[in-house]
């Protein structure tokens, strides 16, 4: 009798265990149909492109030309929506408060991974409200012989630094182009360079033209015009190679600072909770784009490289920058804001 309870009871086990199976086996089914259906027409209607920062400036000269070769790939409007404040913070954290179906997108720059060392609440996390999507385009920057500075390389610039107060334009407190200033002059070099924050890399590099500013230190694309037709003086850029379009102008680690290497990038996020399949497809056709010869030179001729590589690389990429940042704005002791 014991024994056949005993198996009437395995029976009944093994019955609710294959009900339970069958059901997770639908939900499972069901859950990657649901996705493939998501990511299949993804998208289906106009997307929006947010730029956290104001028109016309090398970031939203990107947006527009990745966001019309995203439009055309997609046969959807793609949307670029400047919304500039607080060295990009306030653009960020409206694209962190919106609903993860890809269907907002940020396109931001290295300020991202810079803005958690500068302020105490910019408003949203990089690692909990975002992933990265796609490296866009990278730029070194330069430093500049200002139209009132006698020096022709970055070391004649700092002994001249070092007979008295001068100073140098920066394109904003925070942006990459004045934080590698700061780092090379009140970190490695120890000379009185005191910074002047201007409202963009143009009204820096019109400061060094009138002589209002010794330096200047902007991003390449803002400047190149200027020193091709000898206006300005390169000093210095602080790529790791020299580049092609100006190869006359020395790295900073060739001007005797080893291992000194700044970029400005930009790059795609979405919300960190969007499907993965979405991140994916999405990385995917932007590298399509990046890998255009005729993006890469209309990327090159406003002084930016195409950068690419998938969505590990680059999420990767940004602790690294992160880190980095963090390091350098506690090195130059720049109070949070």
Request: glycine share 8%; aromatic share 8%; with cysteine.
């Amino acid at each position: 009798m014991q024994t056949l309870l005993h198996l009437k009871k395995m029976i009944k086990n093994i019955q609710l265990l294959r009900f339970v199976l069958t059901a997770l086996f639908v939900q499972i089914v069901s859950f990657n149909c649901l996705a493939q259906s998501s990511v299949g027409d993804f998208p289906n209607k106009a997307v929006r492109l947010v730029v956290p920062y104001a028109p016309g400036g090398p970031t939203d000269i990107i947006a527009r030309l990745i966001g019309q070769k995203l439009s055309d790939a997609w046969k959807q409007p793609v949307i670029v929506e400047n919304r500039p404040g607080a060295n990009g913070n306030m653009g960020t954290s409206a694209v962190a408060k919106t609903v993860s179906d890809g269907y907002t997108i940020l396109l931001n720059t290295t300020s991202i991974t810079v803005n958690a060392s500068l302020f105490n609440n910019p408003g949203y996390s990089l690692d909990k409200d975002f992933i990265g999507v796609a490296n866009i385009a990278t730029s070194p920057n330069i430093i500049l012989a200002g139209k009132s500075l006698q020096a022709k390389t970055l070391k004649d610039g700092i002994e001249e630094a070092k007979s008295g107060k001068l100073n140098y334009g920066s394109p904003g407190e925070g942006t990459t182009p004045h934080l590698s200033a700061e780092y090379l002059f009140k970190v490695l070099t120890k000379v009185n360079v005191e910074p002047i924050h201007y409202k963009g890399a143009g009204p820096a590099v019109n400061a060094a033209l009138t002589g209002e500013v010794q330096f200047s230190s902007v991003a390449v694309p803002a400047a190149s015009q200027f020193i091709k037709t000898g206006k300005l003086t390169g000093l210095a850029v602080t790529s790791a190679k020299r580049l092609p379009s100006l190869p006359d102008i020395p790295t900073v680690a060739e001007s005797g600072f080893p291992g000194f290497e700044d970029y400005t990038w930009v790059g795609v996020f979405l919300p960190k909770a969007t499907n993965e399949a979405i991140v994916e497809k999405m990385n995917s056709d932007i590298q399509k784009i990046l890998d255009d010869p005729s993006f890469k030179e209309r990327l090159a001729n406003i002084g930016f490289d195409a950068a690419g590589g998938g969505v590990l690389q680059f999420n990767q990429y940004l602790k690294k920058e992160s880190l980095k940042w963090s390091k350098v704005v506690n090195e130059i002791g720049i109070p949070r804001q």
